[in-house]
Every structure is written in structure tokens, then in C-alpha cells.
């Protein structure tokens, strides 16, 4: 299974693609995660690599790129859940996020409008209670 250090490093040899395949705004915030995610960091690495799938997901030659590096058809991550429609930058300040692999476990309220919340247990971003179906 591919770890989000891999990850990271497949991202960071397909700059020379992005250009071609991510818009300005995309690759500048690529850019600057990449950045963050400090080697000996892991909370770090996995909110950097969180984030970053988050971008490529909205890029499909992207992401085709990522995986091509990496030698993998998919990324586990990008299938856990489905973003609600228009992404995570549009929900209100207050609005209670939980984490979509195990709803009843991470529970927070935004606290300002753009906010990403991660999991600590999970390390995937949080998304809006009402986006994923409760735990059986």
C-alpha cells in the first residue's frame, strides 16, 4: 500500500506537469502544502497529503500523472468519501464537521468559513455531518 510520504514524493515529481494539467491557483497551493509537509512531522505530512488529494481529485490528468509515478491504479484515500458538491471552501463558519470514515468518533464546529478540519485518528479531512450516512 502506498504511504503518504510516497505520495508526497510522486506529487513533487510531476511538477514539471502541472502547467498542462492543474490551473495556476492549483499548482500554487500544491506548491505551498508540499512545502508544509516537513519530513519529520507526521501530523504534517498528513494533512499536507489530505490536502493535496483534495486538489488533484478536481484534476483527473493530474491525479493520472500521481498514480503513473507511483505505479498504482488508484490512491486508497480518494475513494473513503465523496467531497460534498463544491468542495469544503463554501461551508459556513459553525457548521459541525465530522469525519467521514467514522462519523461518531471526530465531531467539530468550523470556527471561520474555509476552515479544513482533519481527523487525528484517520487523517483525512473532516466533512459536514449532513454529507455522510451515520455509522451502522
Keep these: 500500500m ?3 510520504r510516497d505520495i508526497l514524493q510522486a506529487v513533487r515529481r510531476t511538477r514539471d506537469e502541472w502547467g498542462s494539467t492543474l490551473g495556476a491557483k492549483e499548482a500554487e497551493d500544491l506548491a505551498k502544502w508540499l512545502d508544509k509537509a516537513v519530513d519529520d512531522d507526521p501530523e504534517a505530512i498528513r494533512q499536507a497529503t489530505n490536502r493535496v488529494l483534495e486538489i488533484l481529485q478536481k484534476h483527473p490528468r493530474a491525479l493520472t500523472g500521481v498514480r503513473r509515478e507511483l505505479g498504482v491504479e488508484e490512491i486508497e484515500i480518494l475513494r473513503m468519501y465523496e467531497p460534498p458538491p463544491g468542495g469544503l471552501d463554501e461551508v459556513p463558519a459553525g457548521t459541525l464537521m465530522v469525519c ?3 462519523p461518531d468518533h471526530c465531531r ?3 470556527r471561520q468559513k474555509g476552515q479544513t478540519l482533519f481527523c487525528p485518528e484517520h487523517g ?5 455531518a ?3 450516512a451515520p455509522k451502522e
Design 130 to 132: 449532513g454529507s455522510v
Design 2 to 4: 502506498v504511504n503518504d
Design 124 to 128: 483525512v479531512a473532516l466533512v459536514p
Design 100 to 102: 467521514p470514515v467514522d
Design 108 to 110: 467539530k464546529r468550523l
